[in-house]
Each structure stands twice: as C-alpha cells, then as structure tokens.
C-alpha cells in the first residue's frame, strides 16, 4: 500500500496528487467516496463520475437501447450513466492503442493513404499537427461513398491547422474529440498529443455506425 500526504486548506479542501488522480481515474466534475473507520482511517474510493461531454453524441442512441431493454426511472439513469462510462473507456482505449502504434511506426499520415491520393490531394501538411491514421483508421475510408470520401480532405486539413477548436468528448486520460461532416450525419473521431503536435484519427464514418462499432468493443 502506497501513502500519500496531502495538506488541507482553510476551507477543508484537500487536493489529490496527480499520481493518485490518474490511478483512480477521476477527472474534474468526478465525486469520491470518503470511507472513515473506528479508528478515524480514511478509505477513498471513486463514486459518481462526470460524463457529460458524451451526452450530446451518443445519449439519444443509448436512451434507445435502453428503453429497447425494458429500463426506466432510476434503472434507466443508472444505466445511461453506465454506458456512458463504457464509451469513454473505449475512447481511451483507443487512444493508448493509437499512441503505441505511432511510437511503432504503425501509422501514416492521412495524405497516404491510397483513397485519398486518388483524389489528387498534395502531400504537403499545412499546418503544425501531423494528423495520422492507424491501421483501422484507413481501412475506414474504403467504406465510404465517393460522396462522402470527397469532403474528407478540407475535414483533416483543418485539423493539421487547429484540432482543439472542435467539440471535445469524454475520457479520463486523452484529449479526444470528434468533427461532425457530410450533413451532419458522419464524424471524425481523433485524439490530440499536444506535446507531440500529433493527431491520431480514431473513426471515421456514420454517426450510428460508430457507436455499434464502440458498443462492441466495450
């Protein structure tokens, strides 16, 4: 068992180390448990935890599931908050997984890839990110229609030039966010490394078609 010191402020507020943050998971908005025994020993364990950011992305799809399933009242709450949860670790999942197979030298920058030089698009960046597809990631594009495919490159060009001006999603560890195109009704999902200057593309494809892939992967 590690120990950690920690001091508490004037309004009784304690501030946890990032070390042991990152172990239980916990994000802000995320609620602990504090367990005290007998003897006046302290037992913290993670409780309710945030996961807003997915509401707007997937929650319709979830609802309907759920509601498929038989859940209401505080079962479907319960429930709702539960896949939440379940999305957001595959959205790190994916992360960790995109993150080593960069370091490996597993992954290729988007302008490569066959599907897209077809299109007659250059080779140079044109911004400061490096947006790279992983294995998965490419094999997404040849699931696309000609239509679809067209409005990729103007999507990953301006995620070269700014990747944080997008909505962000929710995992506890990764800076994760998706760009909605083609109608509103597709996405590209990625991951930003800012000390890296690195953009890992996660998903691309249709809204629904996403969350049944991330619902069997959970």
């Known amino acids: 068992m590690k120990t950690y010191r920690v001091k508490v402020n004037e309004n009784g507020a304690i501030l946890l180390p990032p070390e042991l943050r990152e172990f239980l998971g916990l994000v802000a908005g995320d609620t602990v448990e504090l367990n005290v025994d007998a003897e006046g020993r302290f037992l913290v364990q993670t409780a309710e935890r945030s996961a807003g950011p997915l509401s707007d992305f997937f929650e319709d799809l979830i609802l309907g599931d759920l509601r498929c399933d038989g859940c209401s009242g505080d079962i479907l709450k319960e429930r709702l908050l539960e896949k939440k949860f379940q999305l957001s670790t595959v959205l790190d999942r994916m992360?960790?997984?995109?993150?080593?197979?960069?370091?490996?030298?597993?992954?290729?920058?988007?302008?490569?890839?066959?599907?897209?030089?077809?299109?007659?698009?250059?080779?140079?960046?044109?911004?400061?990110?490096?947006?790279?597809?992983?294995?998965?990631?490419?094999?997404?594009?040849?699931?696309?229609?000609?239509?679809?495919?067209?409005?990729?490159?103007?999507?990953?060009?301006?995620?070269?030039?700014?990747?944080?001006?997008?909505?962000?999603?929710?995992?506890?560890?990764?800076?994760?966010?998706?760009?909605?195109?083609?109608?509103?009704?597709?996405?590209?999902i990625y991951t930003v490394f800012e000390s890296e200057s690195l953009v890992t593309v996660l998903f691309i494809g249709e809204r629904k078609s996403i969350y049944e892939r991330m619902k069997g992967m959970g």
């Open 95 to 188: 992360s960790e997984e995109a993150r080593r197979a960069h370091k490996h030298g597993q992954v290729h920058t988007w302008r490569e890839n066959p599907a897209i030089s077809d299109l007659g698009i250059g080779k140079a960046e044109k911004g400061k990110y490096h947006v790279m597809l992983t294995p998965r990631t490419e094999r997404d594009f040849y699931k696309l229609s000609e239509g679809v495919l067209k409005e990729i490159p103007p999507v990953l060009e301006s995620l070269e030039e700014d990747p944080l001006g997008f909505k962000r999603l929710k995992g506890p560890y990764y800076e994760t966010y998706r760009v909605s195109f083609h109608r509103q009704s597709y996405r590209v």
